[in-house]
């Protein structure tokens, strides 16, 4: 059984993954670290990770970057093994996670969607077949209304799945409003859909003469996100120091 942390675990993402450990026979919470210590659940809550009395294998840490250095510290301390989902980190701080890497177990991904990072590797695969026969490709991603940034996270994470296995030959067009030109070959254009309660679309346009293919994905519920995270917990069991992906864990 893996034992972890929730690093926020009073946020709507700290309580998806609470629910999901709850029903999970192979998993438990054994600690809370959230900046509002209120109980929601059956475990303790601290207010820092430094609190935190019981032992643990993982964190899961769905919380904020400014937290990252306190994680990075227990994870090197007490052997903790992370599953970093938070998002926003500033180039420094992914260099302090690499470096921390080499001491303890890392997983770090742009989405934690078992299904989305199938898709990841279904976009590479495609795109070693149509990227040479003159397919355009455009990316079109939704999500909510009140969803901060765009395009997400995960748009630029297919569009360098795409870029990579193409030998990084494209460019990234994210407004074709003010150009009057042709199409040119080297480019992936990648759209932004911004409405509603959408929990997330992404649509992966493979587009050559005479027909489309779409590779795409779409969430229901956040809960795909909690499931993907505690997986993660359980594949990082056990493991050594090193950066490990989602990729790793649907391997």
């Known amino acids: 059984m893996v034992r972890i942390i929730m690093s926020g675990c009073n946020g709507r993402m700290g309580q998806v993954i609470s629910g999901i450990v709850e029903a999970d026979s192979d998993a438990q919470i054994v600690a809370g670290v959230d900046i509002f210590t209120e109980k929601k659940n059956s475990y303790p809550v601290y207010k820092s990770i430094d609190e935190v009395k019981e032992e643990a294998d993982v964190v899961i840490d769905f919380s904020n970057p400014s937290n990252l250095d306190s994680l990075l510290a227990a994870g090197e301390a007490k052997g903790l093994a992370l599953v970093l989902c938070t998002t926003g980190y500033s180039k420094e701080q992914l260099d302090k996670i690499n470096e921390a890497a080499k001491k303890t177990a890392v997983l770090r991904s742009a989405n934690m969607s078992v299904g989305v990072n199938v898709l990841f590797k279904l976009v590479a695969e495609a795109t070693k077949v149509l990227s040479e ?81 779409e590779i795409k994905h779409t969430a229901y519920s956040r809960a795909i996100f909690g499931k993907g995270a505690v997986a993660a917990a359980k594949y990082l069991l056990g493991k050594g120091a090193g950066m490990y992906s989602m990729q790793d864990v649907i391997a």
């Open 133 to 213: 026969r003159g397919y355009d490709i455009d990316i079109v991603e939704e999500h909510h209304r009140n969803k901060l940034d765009a395009p997400s996270g995960t748009a630029i994470a297919i569009a360098d799945a795409i870029n990579e296995a193409a030998n990084n030959k494209y460019e990234y067009v994210y407004d074709r409003s003010s150009r009057r030109e042709k199409r040119p070959d080297n480019e992936i254009g990648i759209s932004s859909v911004r409405g509603g309660s959408i929990v997330g679309v992404h649509d992966a346009i493979f587009a050559g003469l005479d027909e489309v293919i």
